[in-house]
């Protein structure tokens, strides 16, 4: 599975931009060898070296230091007594406060000066042949659908898609079996319609500049502002917008140090087989209870894959969030203009959406963002925007 985050150190939940290398330095005292800033600007800290704690390129957090920080900003702002959980059923915008009901099993009404959308991504993307009711075909994005208990069992296992998701599902898999090939079986075949894309980030780094960065850059002679984001600032067009973000998004690709260094070894071993094409049919369940799936190559031939198991990374949907209900109901009551495009909102260069006291972060604010939106940087971006009129 997952052990490194794909982006670096500086990409992480707290505010400031050192907290979690400062974190990791104050509770395991090792780091990997660089100086790290204390609280003094001319005070350096120097740590220890531990490979365990970040990967050695981009300064990438384990997986599991990551969460332990998330764990502490939570209880350094005590975010967990501030959390409800319920369904929002109304937003209600006025000049001088905002009124969100909440319904559930603890109903409730609360006031507010601001409120910030933060809805997440649109429903998993299901193949066509995959139907919505059909728990047949558990996707990795709905993490209340995955068997654990056949996904273990399984002997053989196909997942769909050619994404960091995929690939570490895969890659999970067979760690967790620590069986050897029998018989020529492949024990999960990755079924992609492209071949093994290598990019470290799903987006430029140019995306991910937020405003200490550009700040940063502009100190010691760069560019400032990168190029890719001032063209995006200066698009009238939210058509022409999409088109950038459905360009500059890179989905279904997977950083070198996952391919090279785990994915290859699983091929060149035969536990995982790659195969590319489109699946056009699956019969269900064969003879002895497999499923096969009926597979249409790049050279224009057929092919059945017959497995135990079959598991879905194909991403998110690309509609907005939640535009079935919340979004769409705030849309309406209060005349709040979304791109005929894509349904998004469109917003100002504060995130504000055509109301002072509403603001949108995540896939919500990329057409005004750009196509880092939905990820941490993004979010730290989003963060920069709204809070720099509050500050």
């Not at 090792?30 to 970040?54: E, H, P």
């Not at 050619?162 to 075949?189: E, F, P, Y």
């Amino acid at each position: 599975g997952m052990k490194y985050m794909r982006s670096s150190a500086t990409f992480h939940l707290d505010v400031e931009k050192e907290a979690l290398t400062q974190f990791a330095a104050n509770q395991h005292g090792t780091q990997n060898q660089r100086n790290v800033r204390g609280k003094s600007k001319k005070k350096k800290l120097k740590v220890k070296s531990n490979s365990d704690l970040f990967a050695s390129d981009y300064d990438r957090p384990s997986l599991e230091l990551f969460n332990q920080h998330c764990d502490h900003v939570i209880k350094k702002y005590h975010l967990d007594q501030r959390h409800i959980t319920g369904t929002v059923e109304s937003v209600d915008l006025a000049d001088d406060m905002v009124t969100v009901t909440v319904g559930g099993t603890d109903p409730q009404t609360l006031q507010s000066k601001h409120v910030v959308l933060a809805l997440g991504s649109d429903h998993p993307s299901l193949p066509s042949w995959a139907h919505k009711d059909d728990n047949s075909f558990p996707h990795l994005l709905d993490t209340e659908s995955i068997p654990h208990d056949d996904v273990a069992s399984a002997t053989t296992v196909a997942i769909v898609g050619g994404g960091i998701s995929a690939v570490h599902k895969a890659l999970d898999i067979v760690n967790s079996k620590k069986a050897s090939t029998l018989n020529d079986q492949t024990m999960v075949h990755l079924i992609s319609r492209h071949d093994i894309y290598e990019q470290q980030f799903d987006t430029h780094q140019e995306w991910m500049m937020d405003q200490d960065a550009v700040q940063r850059s502009l100190k010691t002679g760069g560019i400032g502002l990168p190029q890719r984001q001032l063209d995006f600032r200066q698009l009238e067009s939210y058509s022409e917008r999409r088109k950038v973000i459905q360009q500059e998004r890179r989905a279904g690709t997977v950083p070198a140090s996952l391919s090279r260094k785990g994915l290859q070894d699983a091929i060149l071993s035969q536990r995982v087989k790659w195969h590319v094409g489109d699946i056009t049919n699956k019969v269900m369940p064969t003879q002895d209870q497999k499923t096969c799936l009926q597979l249409a190559t790049k050279g224009g031939n057929m092919k059945n894959i017959v497995v135990d198991q079959v598991l879905l990374a194909t991403g998110f949907g690309t509609k907005p969030p939640c535009s079935e209900t919340i979004l769409s109901a705030l849309a309406d009551s209060a005349n709040l203009p979304l791109s005929p495009h894509c349904g998004y909102p469109i917003v100002d260069s504060k995130l504000r959406w055509s109301h002072p006291r509403l603001f949108v972060t995540g896939a919500l604010a990329e057409l005004e963002l750009g196509p880092s939106a939905r990820n941490l940087a993004g979010a730290r971006m989003a963060a920069e925007r709204i809070l720099g009129d509050h500050q």
